[in-house]
């Protein structure tokens, strides 16, 4: 019998409309009630940004809120570290387009691709202008956004001309970036020296983010194998470890590092405020990036550690070739849901007395020329926030259906 | 091959293996800890802060805003760390139950039939889960709470007078120009109360929206073919089978809610959190006062658990 495929009525958008939203009478009051608590709330917040807002408090402090009190006569290496910065996302934006295995095929601008290229360009030309920065510095945001598309371009087009050889090197670009940028923004090397107290706003709030993301994920990774190990005491050390930090409130340790770590370690050895801070913040979400991990760890199977040993592979490279790749897969959002609350838990940075992005804005809400205008301030914050956070988010979901190896789109290995 | 190659040297011998791996793991931790302790030790008795509780009878000296039980600067630290730990009780419970209700109808509601309130309960879930908690809780403080009206423009309803000195409940009255009632909740418990119920509700609600789907679609359709109408399927058919998915996701999202509570500082309610911080400023007690503030969370969290496994238990499959 020759199948049919099965008969699809697809009704016009307007009638799909009024199904949804008018399906029934109870339907059709709760939608009205809606639509009109909506519209209220729509126009009373444009009325309330476009009129009564005063969005000065942010052009005025946007220095401080971008970079805290690092030294002005120094800022010219935080400009060369975002310029190095958008060369490199374009560069691997362009890379990542330039093979197939994204499903876009090998089209140079995708169609999301030119949404994200407008939506950059309207943000590097409108965003300067609205905070009122100075021409030159306007210039400069147009300058690496300009940069980033052109190297988004030239990976994308020449990409495919670099060696096999040479495109296994490229992943390293970012740890070196990274390494490069930390001695940019503290110094040495001959460069001068910025202690961390001076260091502030976004940028403090991106380098905790990052340090704490990069140093958890393998401890993590550690500590879910020592929880599931056969060894009575790497696992009793595990869970106990795990246990520990997951039944304290993220503020109570960060209270401990400020406040205890001075007594644990010998005079003077202590590492200054910032860094017992991040050091906190990395051993806490490692607590929880472990449980994540575990979760992946149970979802394989243990017949492929026994497979693997049996084909006489020592447990450490079973464990690194056959069960973690299955395992971190498995893991991938759990793991990327622990770093978007990571990200988010750098707020509590201002508790302590740190100034990061919200430690900033409590000190400019201090401030007597900037009283009352706290909705402007934490409204920016939260978009700024939600804004990254959303980001991390779609990216985890991307990357899992390229690392999902029963998607069309998974690259052929 | 030589005979000696197959005799297995005994560093790789199977036997010996795990034993040699975890004698270093324990030298490892071990020589740490006794690092770690024998500088505790130095640094403790040269401030000469050594170990000690007599502290927590001597009178406290700072005044809470707001406690359930009575306590003023004369009484003793220890009494102070109980108020605050009644507080932290108190935002704790009011929490639980308000993001629950609130979780669930936001769960539910994704489930509904009228497409705009589905979307209206995503949006929700992803605007709130996205924006960290201590950044909405300074909103609720010092946009919306702070913002309030007081005196004769306080928001008033029958039975219930919300102003910037509080929310006031009973019968309340203005005497000169104050609000004044039987039962007075001050706008910092307002405040971290909304924020956490708010918060914790887009966590709950996700819980609920999974417990739902797991259940069958069949089981919603054999119920509405034997002629239930959706919110008895829900109640008597769908819930109860979708409890079992629920109960352990609700579990871990209360200790959470629990251990945020300890942001309460952020808006001036003197929580556990709050208090403790005084006290180790005064008294310079940090190893005690962490001890204190571990602690009670540790035995809040443990309680939560029992009860939640408790539940657990009452709605799992019961096999013979």
Known sequence: ?413 | MTSRSEVTPWWRNRRYLPWLVQGAVALVIGVVVAFLLTNLLLNLTARGLLLSWSWLGQPAGFDLAETILPFDASLPYWRAMLAGLVNTLRVVIAGLVGATVLGTLIGTASFSSNGLLRRLARVYVEVIRNIPLLLQLIFWYFVVFLALPNGRDALQLPGLVLAKSGLFLGSPELVDGVWQAPLRFTVEFGALLTGLVVYTAAFIAEVVRGGIASVPKGQWEAASSLGFPPLLTLRRIVLPQALRVIVPGLNSQYISLAKNSSLAVACGFTDLYSVSETTLNQTGRAIEVMLILLGSYLVIDLVISALMNGLNGLVQLRER
């Open chain 1, 1 to 413: 019998m020759a199948t049919t495929p099965p008969l699809v009525v697809r009704a016009s958008p307007l009638r799909r409309l009024q199904k949804e939203l008018f399906g029934s009478r109870l339907d059709g009051l709760i939608s009205i009630a809606l639509l009109a608590a909506l519209l209220a709330a729509g126009l009373g917040f444009f009325r309330w940004a476009l009129f009564q807002a005063q969005w000065a408090v942010l052009s005025a402090n946007s220095t401080l809120f971008a970079v805290g009190r690092y030294p002005v006569e120094q800022q010219w290496r935080l400009w060369l570290l975002t310029t190095l910065l958008a060369l490199a996302t374009g560069f691997s934006w362009g890379l990542l387009r330039a093979f197939p295995g994204s499903g876009a095929g090998r089209a140079l601008w995708p169609r999301n691709d030119r949404w994200a290229a407008a939506i950059l360009v309207v943000l590097a030309l409108w965003r300067p202008m609205a905070l009122q920065l100075t021409i030159a510095i306007q210039v400069r945001w147009w300058g690496i956004a300009g940069l980033l598309l052109l190297a988004r371009w030239a990976a994308g087009r020449y990409g495919p001309a670099i060696p096999q050889a040479c495109r296994r090197l490229i992943p390293l670009l970012w740890p070196l970036l990274y390494l490069v940028g930390m001695v940019l923004i503290s110094g040495g090397l001959g460069l001068v020296q910025v202690p961390p107290s001076e260091w502030g706003g976004l940028l403090l709030t991106v380098l905790m983010a990052t340090f704490a993301i990069l140093l958890c994920f393998p401890l993590g990774v550690l500590l879910a194998l020592g929880r599931r190990s056969e060894l009575p005491l790497l696992r009793w050390g595990s869970v106990i470890y795990i246990e520990f930090i997951r039944g304290a409130p993220l503020i109570t340790l960060l209270f401990l590092g400020q406040n205890i770590l001075g007594f644990l370690l010998p005079g003077g050895l202590s590492p200054d405020r910032v860094w017992r801070a991040a050091w906190v913040l990395t051993f806490f979400a490692a607590a929880y990036v472990a449980e994540a991990v575990r979760s992946g760890l149970v979802a394989v199977p243990a017949g492929q550690l026994e497979a693997a040993r049996s084909l006489g592979l020592p447990v450490p490279l079973a464990l690194v070739h056959v069960v973690l790749p299955q395992a971190l897969r498995v893991a991938l959002p759990a793991t990327v849901g622990q770093f978007i609350t990571l990200l988010q838990d750098t707020t509590l940075l201002s508790l302590i007395g740190l100034l990061d992005l919200l430690g900033t804005a409590r000190t400019v809400m201090a401030n007597p020329m900037f009283l009352g205008k706290n909705a402007e301030v934490y409204l920016v914050l939260a978009i700024l926030f939600w804004s990254c956070c959303a980001a991390l988010g779609l990216g985890s979901r991307a990357l899992e259906t390229r690392l999902n190896p029963h998607s069309p789109s998974a690259p052929q290995a």
